[in-house]
């Protein structure tokens, strides 16, 4: 069985950090692209941050050099590193597991409130 559980997720003030972090089970974990994903009230899923199975990542603009995202496969997580947090960074952030050869797989999501 296939899971993925985000945790770290919580109440935190402007220009504050957070760390979450993603830990899958029952998949070949390095053979998967893991993507962060967010999704605020009333606005569609958006992909923040993606890391390949050969480590190279991506970002979405809004958060280029403030979010890193990170991978341990001996651990089987990734990690997302959220710098320098604004109100707009508010959401529910899902990890998802992607490979070629597999359907997708999503976590359940862990709230991320940025707020004074």
């Known amino acids: 069985q296939v899971q993925l559980v985000e945790s770290g997720g919580g109440l935190v003030q402007p220009g504050g950090s957070l760390r979450l972090s993603c830990a899958a089970s029952g998949i070949i974990f390095r053979i998967y692209a893991m993507g962060w994903y967010r999704q605020a009230p009333g606005k569609q899923r958006e992909l923040v941050a993606l890391?390949?199975?050969?480590?190279?990542?991506s970002y979405a603009d809004s958060v280029k050099g403030r979010f890193t995202i990170s991978r341990d496969n001996a651990k089987k997580t990734v990690y997302l590193q959220m710098n320098s947090l604004n109100p707009e960074d508010t959401a529910v952030y899902y990890c998802?597991?992607?490979?070629?050869?597999?359907?997708?797989?999503w976590g359940q999501g862990t709230q991320v409130t940025v707020s004074s």
């Open positions: 998802k597991a992607d490979s070629r050869a597999n359907p997708p797989y």
């Open positions: 890391i390949r199975s050969d480590s190279t990542t």
